[in-house]
Nanobody, 119 residues
Framework: QVQLVESGGGLVQAGGSLRLSCAAS????????MGWYRQAPGKQRELVARISSGGSTNYVDSVKGRFTVSRDNAKNTVYLQMNSLNPEDTAVYYC?????????????WGQGTQVTVSS
């Protein structure tokens, strides 16, 4: 079993920055890809950014050039640096991890952290 604990959300003015963190804990697992999704009111959850265990990244077009995803494999932690935030970035952000445990792949989610960008 893997637990994902997120931190770093909050309220920020347009143009500001926030940094989200997500730490994975548990035993008997190996983390593969980690990433961040978001869900705004009335909208479907969407992938924001993803990073593989080797460091390859991909982003949704709307955040390219503004957000940066990174990870510390030794700490099983993924980060999302969000710059030049705008009100359209307002959503609940969820951490996601793909983990291999005793030969079986699992997909884990954090509890979500609210990001609110005021205009």
């Amino acid at each position: 079993q893997v637990q994902l604990v997120e931190s770093g959300g909050g309220l920020v003015q347009a143009g500001g920055s926030l940094r989200l963190s997500c730490a994975a804990s548990g035993s008997g697992f190996s983390i593969n890809a980690m990433g961040w999704y978001r869900q705004a009111p009335g909208k479907q959850r969407e992938l924001v950014a993803r990073i593989s265990s080797g460091g390859s990244t991909n982003y949704v077009d709307s955040v390219k050039g503004r957000f940066t995803v990174s990870r510390d494999n030794a700490k099983n932690t993924v980060y999302l640096q969000m710059n030049s935030l705008n009100p359209e970035d307002t959503a609940v952000y969820y951490c996601n991890a793909e983990a291999l445990s005793y030969g079986v792949w699992y997909n884990y989610w954090g509890q979500g952290t609210q990001v609110t960008v005021s205009s």
